[in-house]
């Protein structure tokens, strides 16, 4: 368990927090891309790491990612105009260009050179994979952009979705890294019957952690019949992403918690396929869950029990919420409130994956206020991943297992044995 200071520091993102610092290292999930749609259209005001922000797409096309407060008199750039390469302030229009720099202030004195003193807070903006991203830390310090298999293929091999969490991004990002839940909180049987467990062999696993050059591996191994086990691999890459595990060449779904604020996070969720478009089952597992367009938050929520069915809960399901991500929500916002108090825990093996994600977070803010930059963000390569959810003789290396469904060598994504 954490002490009550590790949880602050763990849960914190906000400007100037150790692991709000650590967040800012790293490209980070801004919006869909499908929010931006035209040039020239309005602005979308939306918050990340307890920072109010505004995105527009110009007249050429080109993003910006900007503080929501103009630099003059603090009002809201929401309700700027997007005319002509640049945002307008409404109040006195002043305009700014999508890095920030002032272009106009049209009532100051026609030779004031005033403009070129004044810039809007801008950050680097990236557009890839259905999703708009953006990086909040230092200028001298920005990484290449991360090599996620999803932001290299086609339209047509990928469906981008994302909802609002009303709990703390940490609580969603350890509920998938935690593989022991999977045959409790998602189990389903046929009414009637009368052991409604899972077997105890897919139950009672062993867990593995590994270290690599995106972040951990995390593997669950149970057994398979006398020769084989079944290996559930979950890559953890920081700062908060994970891949739901799957079949070799199934098609994958990424997954990413990112912190709206202390209490509220963006879950964006990218399913895709390296060689052919989706099939319509993986387009509609993909946004099954209706959201709110305006508020993103799924229509099955905390207000309305997730739609909970009591009747279907004693007979069919082990929680009566229907869809595997609504299931996992009721858990994680209610999970102690929004901020879980991890110093009253008490963790059992399941957990290994969740103290070793634990400890590397806080580990890299510890160095990160050292002075010591996260590696991971200069290994761009490392993050072109795909799941593994499979069987193999018992005499596999788990690692053999792992690298025989990557995309890209070894090399790129370092592994230690499991510890």
């Known amino acids: 368990m954490l002490s009550i200071e590790e949880n602050d ?21 801004a919006l869909l891309a499908s929010e931006l749609p035209d040039r020239d259209g309005p602005p979308v005001r939306f918050e990340l790491l307890s920072e109010r922000l505004i995105a527009f797409r110009d007249s050429d096309g080109g993003l910006g990612v900007l503080e929501e407060r103009c630099p003059h008199r603090h009002a809201s750039l929401y309700w700027a105009r997007n005319e002509n390469c640049g945002l307008r302030c409404v109040y006195h229009g002043w305009k700014f260009t999508v890095d920030g720099t002032c272009v106009d202030q049209p009532a100051e004195p026609e030779n004031s050179k005033f403009k070129e003193h004044v810039r809007a807070v801008a950050y680097e903006v990236h557009e890839a994979g259905g999703i708009i991203w953006t990086y909040m830390g230092p200028k001298d310090r920005i990484p290449p952009f991360p090599d996620h298999e999803f932001t290299l293929v086609p339209a047509s091999h990928l469906a981008p979705a994302k909802r609002l969490q009303q709990c703390n991004y940490l609580q969603n990002l350890e509920g998938e890294l935690d593989t022991a839940h999977l045959n409790f909180l998602h189990r389903s049987w046929t009414p009637g019957q009368e052991e409604f467990m899972a077997p105890s062999d897919l139950r009672r696993k062993r867990y593995f952690i590994s270290e690599t050059s995106f972040g951990l591996l995390c593997m669950a191994r149970s057994d398979d019949g006398p020769d084989n086990y079944y290996w559930r691999m979950t890559p953890f890459h920081l700062p908060s992403y994970t891949l739901i595990p799957g079949r070799y060449d199934a098609a994958n779904s990424w997954t990413a918690a990112v912190p709206v604020n202390d209490t509220t996070m963006m879950g964006f969720t990218v399913t895709w396929h390296h060689d052919r478009p989706l099939f319509d089952g993986e387009l509609a597992s993909a946004v099954r869950a209706k959201v709110d367009p305006k508020t993103w938050i799924p229509e099955a929520n905390m207000a309305n029990d997730y739609l909970r069915d009591v009747e279907l809960q004693r007979t069919g399901s082990w929680t009566g919420i229907d869809l595997v991500r609504i ?43 050292a002075g010591i930059e996260p590696p991971q963000t200069q290994h761009p390569a490392a993050y072109r991943l795909r799941s593994v959810a499979e069987s193999a003789p018992r005499g596999v290396d788990p690692v053999e297992v792992w690298e025989r469904g990557q995309p890209v060598s070894a090399g790129t994504t370092t592994i230690t044995r499991p510890v």
């Open 327 to 369: 299931q996992d929500m009721a858990v994680q916002e209610d999970q102690d409130g929004p901020v879980c108090r991890r110093w009253e825990e008490h963790l059992g093996t399941t957990d290994r994956a969740i103290v070793g994600a634990r400890r590397l977070l806080l580990s890299l803010a510890d160095q990160l206020q």
């Open 9 to 29: 520091k763990i849960t914190q993102t906000g400007p100037g927090t150790p692991m709000g610092n650590l967040f800012r290292r790293f490209w980070i999930p």
